[in-house]
């Protein structure tokens, strides 16, 4: 993905399904943010976190963006993302 000069924020969301996560992470090379837990009128509920900038992998390598969905005692519930 190339980032857009003209858009100075980049923005990554996504609804819990899972009654158990209670904290999402999501990491780049070099920026870790918890990201913000909403409940929806509708009964949702929804994550949403944002950078200034996505992060390029370098050459060669896999994108460095990582997401992680953690219980209240900090187990990793769900992932996603390149782990080596």
Do not use: C, R
Not at 50 to 79: R, T
């Amino acid at each position: 993905m190339i980032n857009d000069v003209k858009t100075p924020i980049f923005t990554l969301a996504g609804v819990i399904t899972n009654d158990e996560i209670t904290d999402v992470i999501v990491k780049q090379k070099t920026e870790e943010k918890t990201a913000n837990i909403l409940h929806t009128k509708d009964g949702l509920k929804v994550w949403y976190a944002y950078f200034d900038i996505l992060e390029e992998p370098n050459p060669g390598e896999p994108d460095p963006l990582k997401i992680e969905a953690l219980s209240n005692e900090g187990e990793i519930l769900w992932k996603d993302g390149v782990y080596n």
